[in-house]
């Protein structure tokens, strides 16, 4: 996987708990975007640690990329993002990959999550061709939280407070507990790994969603130790089960049958 190595270049606080890092350097330049508003790439961390940002900025002549980080205790991506100043350097890697992909002629699109997904949600709105429907829903930390976009685009945005541990709570009610405007629309959910999974379960399995009408992406997970320690005590159980699984073609029965064998170890 190409590496490409960039310093730091300047530093914002864009809300007192997402911090704005440009990076910058020659090998930005080549460094080619998959066109969609929620792509990510792969920020190296000192100990080789790896976390997935979205771009929220991309600039090749200026050989730059923005990434907004959010602020929130432990996490070695946090801390780093909390203390660093310009010139330090870091590696990204990863092609560049997202998963909004609204139809061309989709009436609405609702873009829902929380504080992790803002990057992706700020782009898209800002993307937004002429007069296209948005209706988003974020979930923050309080309103200073809060963020303006730019946009051609028909928006209406609502703002949720919540702390990140009930986030998921809330993501869950918003995506799953409100009527949605008429006609055939499309909805993209971002944050919280646990509730972004029960999202997509209630939209297939519940409401009865074909794929084409919705995207879940879990972006982190509330109490990761935790799972981590669980999943290493079974892991001789699960790997083998996800191993199998590879093989299904189908994306969304795919993550049926990933959910069900880490439900099936309490994961
Ligand atoms: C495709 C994708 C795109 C993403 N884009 C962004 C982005 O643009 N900006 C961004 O800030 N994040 C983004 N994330 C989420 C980010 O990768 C995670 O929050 C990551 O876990 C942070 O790593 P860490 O080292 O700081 O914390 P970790 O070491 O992963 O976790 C340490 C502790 O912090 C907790 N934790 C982790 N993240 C959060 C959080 N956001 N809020 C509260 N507690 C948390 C964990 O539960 C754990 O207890 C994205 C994730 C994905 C998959």
Same mark, same amino acid.
């Given at each position: 996987?190409?590496?490409?190595?960039?310093?730091?270049?300047?530093?914002?606080?864009?809300?007192?708990?997402?911090?704005?890092?440009?990076?910058?350097?020659?090998?930005?330049?080549?460094?080619?975007?998959?066109?969609?508003?929620?792509?990510?790439?792969?920020?190296?961390?000192?100990?080789?640690?790896?976390?997935?940002?979205?771009?929220?900025?991309?600039?090749?002549?200026?050989?730059?990329?923005?990434?907004?980080?959010?602020?929130?205790?432990? &996490?070695? !991506?946090?801390?780093?993002? *909390?203390?660093?100043?310009?010139?330090? =350097?870091?590696?990204?890697?990863?092609?560049? #990959? $997202?998963?909004?992909?609204?139809?061309?002629?989709?009436?609405?699109?609702?873009?829902?999550?929380?504080?992790?997904?803002?990057?992706?949600?700020?782009?898209?709105?800002?993307?937004?061709?002429?007069?296209?429907?948005?209706?988003?829903?974020?979930?923050?930390?309080?309103?200073?939280?809060?963020?303006?976009?730019?946009?051609?685009?028909?928006?209406?945005?609502?703002?949720?407070?919540?702390?990140?541990?009930?986030? &998921?709570? !809330?993501?869950?009610?918003? *995506?799953?507990?409100?009527?949605?405007? =008429?006609?055939?629309?499309?909805?993209?959910? #971002? $944050?919280?790994?646990?509730?972004?999974?029960?999202?997509?379960?209630?939209?297939?399995?519940?409401?009865?969603?074909?794929?084409?009408?919705?995207?879940?992406?879990?972006?982190?997970?509330?109490?990761?130790?935790?799972?981590?320690?669980?999943?290493?005590?079974?892991?001789?159980?699960?790997?083998?089960?996800?191993?199998?699984?590879?093989?299904?073609?189908?994306?969304?029965?795919?993550?049926?049958?990933?959910?069900?064998?880490? !439900?099936?170890?309490?994961?």
């Amino acid at each position: 996987m190409t590496a490409y190595r960039a310093a730091v270049r300047r530093t914002v606080a864009v809300t007192p708990l997402m911090r704005r890092i440009t990076l910058g350097g020659e090998s930005l330049r080549d460094y080619s975007g998959s066109g969609l508003p929620d792509e990510s790439c792969r920020v190296v961390f000192p100990g080789e640690i790896t976390r997935n940002y979205t771009i929220r900025r991309r600039d090749p002549a200026a050989e730059e990329i923005d990434i907004d980080f959010v602020l929130h205790d432990g &996490g070695v !991506a946090s801390a780093w993002a *909390a203390a660093v100043e310009p010139g330090a =350097e870091i590696t990204i890697s990863g092609a560049p #990959a $997202g998963k909004y992909h609204p139809a061309p002629d989709v009436p609405w699109r609702r873009l829902i999550g929380d504080a992790t997904a803002l990057p992706a949600i700020g782009r898209a709105v800002e993307e937004l061709p002429a007069g296209a429907r948005a209706l988003v829903v974020v979930v923050v930390d309080n309103p200073n939280e809060r963020q303006t976009f730019d946009t051609q685009g028909d928006v209406d945005i609502e703002w949720v407070y919540a702390r990140s541990g009930d986030a &998921g709570d !809330a993501l869950r009610r918003i *995506a799953c507990d409100r009527d949605l405007p =008429e006609g055939p629309g499309y909805t993209w959910v #971002a $944050g919280e790994a646990a509730a972004t999974r029960d999202i997509r379960r209630r939209f297939r399995h519940t409401f009865g969603l074909t794929a084409d009408r919705y995207d879940t992406v879990g972006y982190w997970r509330l109490g990761a130790e935790r799972w981590e320690r669980r999943y290493q005590e079974v892991a001789g159980i699960v790997d083998p089960k996800l191993a199998a699984a590879d093989a299904i073609e189908d994306d969304e029965q795919y993550f049926d049958a990933v959910d069900d064998i880490y !439900a099936e170890v309490g994961l």
